[in-house]
């Protein structure tokens, strides 16, 4: 079975510019959540989706966003970068146990 | 503010020697623990989740738990180069909520 996959892999973009990352769950798999993670941290949780709903956010800034779709696939925004963007964004996808998740190849994003 | 503490590293130990790899977390009311490994550059993996008090082993991974003590760890058996990588503690939340927060990882390094 495939795993979590996210797109596109690696992202460069200027400040000021806007970004959509791209995530499709595991098959069967109803939530999906977004996370960020810098060099020498842990994932920093920005957003969780089941069934379409928003389950939870973390602290972050309006400027982010994200949505899930029918098929359970879902889309991360960021508006307005900022140099301190720059992370890689990991998406989680879980099951029956929300809290079991498991973790797609991420995207680097690098903001200039 | 949940929190989860882990010890940056490096942790060096020898080929064939035991890791172990430990974790501390605040909030009383948490069920669900999970251990993520890492390699450089790539996403984390889920290891291994315990949710009662006392060892789970998988192969060379033994979880530990202590409620009491608020604490989780991860031993490695036999450790080998391969496992050279971040291992990533990550707790799940009480009151309802499936969002788990994540330790910023500890460093292992196994030397020939």
């Known amino acids: 079975d495939a795993g979590v996959t996210q797109s596109p892999t690696h992202l460069i973009k200027t400040r000021g510019q806007q970004v959509t990352l791209r995530c499709s769950p595991i098959?069967?798999?109803?939530?999906v959540s977004w996370y960020q993670q810098v060099l020498g941290q842990g994932p920093q949780f920005i957003f969780q989706?089941?069934?379409?709903?928003?389950?939870g956010r973390g602290n972050f800034p309006d400027r982010f966003s994200a949505r899930q779709f029918p098929n359970y696939s879902s889309e991360l925004n960021v508006n307005a970068l900022l140099l301190g963007d720059s992370a890689l964004y990991l998406c989680?996808?879980?099951?029956?146990?929300?809290?079991?998740?498991?973790f797609g190849p991420g995207t680097r994003l690098l903001v200039l | 503010q949940k929190e989860v503490e882990q010890n940056s590293g490096p942790l060096s130990v020898p080929e064939g020697a035991i890791a172990s790899l430990n974790c501390t977390y605040s909030?009383?009311?948490?069920?669900?623990f999970f251990w993520y490994r890492q390699y450089s550059g790539k996403s984390p993996e889920l290891i291994m989740f315990?949710?009662?008090?006392g060892d789970k082993e998988d192969g060379r991974f033994t979880a530990q738990l202590n409620k009491a003590s608020q604490y989780v760890s991860l031993l490695i058996r036999d450790s080998q180069p391969s496992d050279s990588a971040t291992y990533l503690c990550?707790?799940?939340?009480?009151?309802?909520?499936?969002?788990?927060?994540f330790g910023r990882g500890t460093s292992l390094i196994v030397h020939p």
């Open positions: 990550a707790v799940g939340a009480s009151g309802g909520s499936y969002i788990p927060t």
């Open positions: 098959s069967g798999h109803k939530s």
């Open positions: 315990i949710y009662s008090n």
């Open positions: 989706y089941y069934e379409k709903e928003e389950r």
């Open positions: 989680a996808s879980s099951s029956g146990q929300p809290e079991t998740q498991y």
């Open positions: 909030d009383r009311g948490s069920q669900s």
